[in-house]
């Protein structure tokens, strides 16, 4: 009963600090408001504070002169920039990864030779798709293989796919894509050179 009574006087005393708060607020409020009428609508000046006369000034009409003719600027010739393609310089695949979970050097390479297909499927769908200029199809491609070459190690195919994954999520030059399809070609070659 006593703790109820306790909680009855906390939120009566919570609803009176609201209410001041509020009153307290529409008061500046009103006031606020006042002030901006006034400034908005100035009230008239007594007659007993003169303005000074405002100065009127004679101008006399002058003929414009002359403008000179601008002289035409030498145009400058802006070269757009050589378009960077990637390099492809990424160190040999690794399945370090495998060898860090615990697995053998033999069961590691299965996982590896497991790879090499998903990714030589994956090659004639993404041809497909960059001459169809469909980039968002490219990135889903390439990303579900990097998913896997990631897992299983570093460099090499790899890194590679990184690379051209994170280029095909905003990027939109074919040329770029391309190239990168190509390294991607020629890492895979490599990978199953490396593990056969």
Same mark, same amino acid.
């Given at each position: ?7 009855s006087v906390?939120v ?8 001041? &708060?509020?009153?307290?607020?529409k008061?500046?409020? @009103?006031?606020?408001?006042?002030? %901006?009428?006034?400034?908005?609508h100035?009230?008239?000046? #007594?007659d *007993? ?7 009127i &000034?004679? %101008?006399?009409?002058?003929? #414009?002169?002359?403008k000179?003719?601008p002289?035409?600027e ?20 690794? !399945?370090? %990864?495998l060898?860090?979970?615990g697995? *053998?050097?033999?069961? +590691?390479?299965?996982f ?5 297909p ?10 497909e798709?960059?001459? +169809?200029?469909d980039? !968002?199809k490219? &990135?889903?491609?390439? !990303?579900?293989?990097? $998913?896997s +070459?990631?897992n299983?190690?570093t460099? $090499?195919? *790899?890194?590679?796919?990184?690379a051209?994954? /994170?280029y095909l999520? /905003? $990027?939109?030059?074919? @040329?770029? +894509?391309?190239?990168?399809?190509? !390294?991607?070609v ?11």
């Amino acid at each position: 009963m006593l703790a109820l009574t306790i909680l009855s006087v906390f939120v009566l005393i919570v609803f009176l600090l609201i209410f001041l &708060e509020y009153r307290n607020e529409k008061k500046y409020q @009103d006031e606020r408001r006042k002030q %901006r009428q006034q400034s908005n609508h100035p009230t008239k000046k #007594p007659d *007993s504070i003169k303005q000074p006369e405002p100065k009127i &000034e004679v %101008r006399h009409e002058q003929k #414009p002169e002359p403008k000179p003719e601008p002289k035409p600027e030498p145009k400058i010739e802006v070269k757009p920039e050589p378009k960077k393609l990637p390099e492809g310089n990424y160190p040999p695949f690794t !399945h370090i %990864r495998l060898l860090e979970m615990g697995l *053998s050097d033999e069961e +590691a390479k299965e996982f590896v030779l497991e790879l090499i297909p998903q990714i030589q499927t994956q090659i004639p769908l993404i041809l497909e798709a960059t001459q +169809a200029l469909d980039f !968002h199809k490219m &990135e889903r491609l390439t !990303h579900s293989i990097k $998913g896997s +070459a990631t897992n299983l190690g570093t460099g $090499g195919v *790899s890194d590679l796919l990184v690379a051209y994954n /994170t280029y095909l999520k /905003t $990027g939109t030059d074919i @040329d770029i +894509a391309k190239a990168y399809f190509d !390294h991607l070609v020629r890492y895979n070659s490599e990978l199953k050179e490396q593990y056969s």
